[in-house]
């Protein structure tokens, strides 16, 4: 319980590990996740270092790997889920695992070879097929008939040049899109002294690469010269045609036709044979492939802590540092006993001294991790600095709330986190891989909490969709009202409307029982009414949650031993803040708890007062609430006047002091031990400090400083002092938003309710013309209560609850400068 209100105890260790089991016992640690390495070999290259080629092999490993998963993926297959819990293989079956994963890739790359070749080769033949199919049975112009035809020309051409030209053919196969620029070169560049045919093949073939079907364009070109047909066969090769033989005479044709069929039969069963040979290879990839790579991931891990430690002396251990938590050094321990255990010699762990500031550790668990977040996000706090979140885990919702209170509206959010949370541990609900889903769900107790007080601060508002609800009677009576002022009816003709005067006899009969009565909907007034309760509830949790914030930095300086930070910056702090603001927050609730019916009429003005306060100055027509009021104001000004320079010159001047008197002590002591040995001089390593400037450091500090700056602390006080100053001043106001954020929401719901479900509800008198118009409406209601006054709303109030938590609370007492601890752990590899 106590980490979570502070960041646990964390110490430095050294372990020293037999060189026999130092991978076992680096092994076991990766599965507990109890430690963090220090790199003792910082200034040694990556290439330098002892397990470089390890770890090497493993990468070798995991790139192979990769080719095998996108093999799977590329037979539309998945991987299945690993083993939970497999260990990190011992060093001597990583050759094994190599010499498998190297077979088998092997063996799968000639398989996909061979399998990519016959393919191709079908492709090829089927093409051809198509091809021949087009020119058979074609009247072609080298075809000789024995009797005269209508192509034959009546008289006979006179011998010449060309007299022995003989008609030849190219035929092949394009792709469709190339085809109209095809023909069209063809006819440009051979002047038209061809004849080309395109025909589309009947039936899509299988692409050999991609595996999708896909139609081709078959023709066939008639020519004659040879020029005529070197031309034609360079376009061709520049088009990436594929151009196959054909001959001239039909039945020629029509056996090599039906020899391509032959071969394409006995090429698709080489081929089934060689898929399903495939397909076991691939078997055998899902089969070994996800336990080898959880494996060879932890090996790696392993390797790259090792080459973190030191060799020792002798190189017969290895020698490593560590952070880890206190409470579990005894665990630490005992792990490294059992993994050091088949070596003969034990691993050995103790506590080192050290300088450095140790990481922050808070666990987390289902419920806190999503408020831990919110103030990491900030900054992650400094070592045993006092830790914002579990008080986050109540202000964060209520402040929302106070922003987005609606009974209905909340109630929505807390229905949808409730079912997050019912359904956390649904195996579909994790593995989920939608972004906006996952924020969502990381976010669950969240929303809920968020829901819940939403639900509570609507029925303190009394609004449910923005409509009043009536649980209790009202505290008003109209009836007492008309009775006793004589309403008749042309005073109500001529009054359109009516005041209830609360001193009236029976007019206003007590408070409501719980928030605000549901009067106050019919009133005119009431958005005055609700702006004067709003402000003023505004600056009192404001100045309340930003006195929490001051208090809470009390439990830091107790804890290291910063006693004169209590005295010099958090009495002067409670002071101002508490002299000015705080005494805003009594004259409000005073005012509420003084001021009677009777005289409301003539109460003061809690604006006034205030500003007069600052004048010190007084207004005849603004009465005081209580006797003596100017001199308190005055006393109380004048009083957070003093703790400024207090707060400003404070704490450098006594660190000023204590420096000197340190420096006095230490040149007295060195008097008296001159002539002795310098063994002593040196301070105790265990009293170490976290960094050179104790302010920012936070440590109790008996550490000697090398240097110290009085510019430099009078510089950051200053800066402290003006923050502060300013900010009471800046962060009240800032608190007013959520004056402002409920009035927006209530309005924007008013006007939604106005917009459509009014006038839904007066489209028609007839019960069922009503049921038939209010389906449509409201649907449209809900869509827009969801996208406008849910999400849109609802991220607009948690932006603003977020910075009142970052920049009016946290800056009191929290820094967010540490650093969080990264245990070695093999869960992430694991997942």
């Known amino acids: 319980m106590g980490s979570m209100f502070r960041s646990e105890e964390v110490s430095l260790v050294q372990l020293f590990l037999p060189t026999a089991a130092a991978y076992t016992c680096v092994s076991q640690l990766g599965e507990l996740g109890l430690v963090e390495f220090r790199d003792l070999n910082a200034s040694v290259s990556a290439f330098q270092r002892r397990f470089v080629v390890d770890v090497r092999r493993c990468e070798e490993l995991e790139k192979i790997f990769t080719f095998l998963q996108e093999e799977v993926w590329r037979a539309g297959l998945t991987l299945p889920q690993p083993e939970a819990g497999l260990p990190a293989p011992p060093p001597r079956d990583l050759l094994r695992i190599q010499e498998e994963t190297d077979r088998l890739a092997q063996e799968l790359r000639e398989v996909r070879k061979n399998h990519q070749t016959l393919r191709a080769r079908l492709h090829e033949l089927q093409l051809h097929t198509a091809v021949l199919g087009q020119g058979q049975g074609a009247q072609l112009a080298a075809t000789h008939t024995d009797g005269p035809s209508e192509r034959t020309p009546l008289l006979q051409s006179p011998g010449g040049p060309h007299q022995d030209l003989r008609v030849n053919f190219v035929a092949g196969a394009v792709e469709p899109q190339k085809a109209a620029a095809l023909e069209r070169l063809l006819w440009r560049a051979c002047r038209g002294f061809l ?92 089969q070994l492939l996800p336990p080898w790579q959880v494996q060879v991931r932890k090996m790696k891990a392993v390797y790259l802590a090792l080459n973190q430690c030191s060799v020792s002396a002798t190189h017969k251990c290895l020698i490593a540092e560590a952070w880890c938590a206190s409470r579990d050094l005894p665990a630490l321990q005992q792990a490294l006993l059992e993994s050091s255990r088949e070596a003969g010699v034990s691993a050995v ?44 885990i109540i202000t964060f919702p209520f402040l929302f709330a106070v922003m987005f209170g609606d009974v209905g509206h909340g109630l929505l959010m807390f229905l949808f986190a409730l079912a997050m949370v019912l359904a956390e541990d649904r195996p579909a609900v994790k593995s989920a891989k939608n972004e906006i889903w996952r924020t969502f769900f990381s976010g669950r107790y969240l929303l809920l909490l968020m829901g819940l007080f939403s639900v509570y601060t609507g029925f303190i508002y009394n609004e449910c969709f923005s409509r009043a609800t009536t649980i209790f009677p009202s505290g008003w009576s109209v009836a007492a009202m008309a009775n006793q002022s004589g309403w008749s009816d042309t005073f109500l003709a001529e009054h359109p409307l009516l005041a209830l005067d609360p001193n009236v006899t029976g007019v206003f009969l007590g408070p409501y029982p719980f928030g605000i009565d549901p009067i106050w909907s019919l009133a005119v007034n009431h958005l005055s009414f609700l702006n004067s309760f709003k402000m003023k509830m505004s600056v009192i949790l404001g100045v309340t949650h930003m006195a929490f914030g001051v208090v809470l930095g009390v439990f830091n300086h107790v ?273």
């Open 559 to 831: 804890h290291f031993g910063q006693w004169h930070r209590l005295l010099l910056e958090t009495l002067p702090e409670l002071i101002f803040l508490l002299g000015l603001f705080g005494y805003l927050v009594f004259l409000i609730c005073y005012k509420w708890l003084r001021v009677s019916v009777a005289g409301a009429t003539s109460a003061p003005s809690i604006l006034i007062h205030f500003i007069n306060m600052f004048l010190f100055s007084r207004s005849p027509t603004n009465r005081p609430l209580f006797p003596g009021q100017e001199a308190v104001q005055s006393a109380l000004v004048v009083l957070a006047l003093a703790t400024v320079p207090v707060l400003l010159l404070g704490t450098p001047l006594f660190l000023h002091w204590k420096h000197r008197r340190h420096l006095k002590r230490r040149h007295a002591g060195q008097l008296q031990d001159e002539g002795k040995t310098g063994l002593l001089d040196s301070g105790d390593p265990s009293v170490a400090g976290w960094g050179s400037d104790e302010e920012k450091a936070g440590c109790s500090g008996d550490h000697e400083e090398a240097e110290f700056a009085l510019s430099e602390v009078l510089m950051h006080q200053a800066i402290h002092t003006i923050e502060f100053c300013l900010g009471c001043i800046s962060n009240t106001a800032s608190y007013l938003r959520l004056w402002a954020l409920s009035l927006a929401h209530a309005q924007l719901s008013e006007v939604l309710w106005a917009m459509v479900m009014r006038v839904g509800l007066g489209r028609g008198r007839e019960i069922g013309v009503t049921a038939v118009v209010l389906v449509p409406i409201f649907a449209a209601f809900a869509v827009l209560t969801v996208a406008i006054l849910l999400v849109m709303e609802g991220l607009s109030a948690f932006l603003h609850a977020l910075r009142l938590h970052w920049v009016e609370f946290q800056n009191k007492f929290y820094s967010g400068t540490g650093y969080k601890l990264n245990p070695f752990t093999f869960a992430v590899e694991d997942e």
């Open 349 to 392: 762990v103790h506590r080192i001294p050290c300088r450095d500031m140790p990481p922050t550790l808070i666990r987390t668990n289902r419920f806190t991790t999503s408020f831990q977040g919110i103030v990491d996000a900030y900054g992650v706090g400094r070592y045993q600095e006092v830790n914002p979140a579990p008080y986050t």
């Open 195 to 286: 004849i080309a045919s395109f025909r589309e093949t009947e039936q899509p073939l299988e692409d050999p690469v991609t595996g999708e079907p896909a139609t081709w364009m078959t023709f066939l070109i008639s020519y004659w010269g040879e020029q005529i047909g070197q031309k034609i066969r360079k376009i061709t090769d520049c088009f990436r045609c594929h151009v196959f033989p054909f001959e001239e005479q039909e039945e020629a044709r029509r056996g090599a036709l039906q020899q391509l069929r032959q071969q394409s039969h006995e090429l698709g069963e080489v081929l089934a044979e060689t898929e399903r040979f495939l397909s076991q290879v691939l078997g055998r990839v899902q």
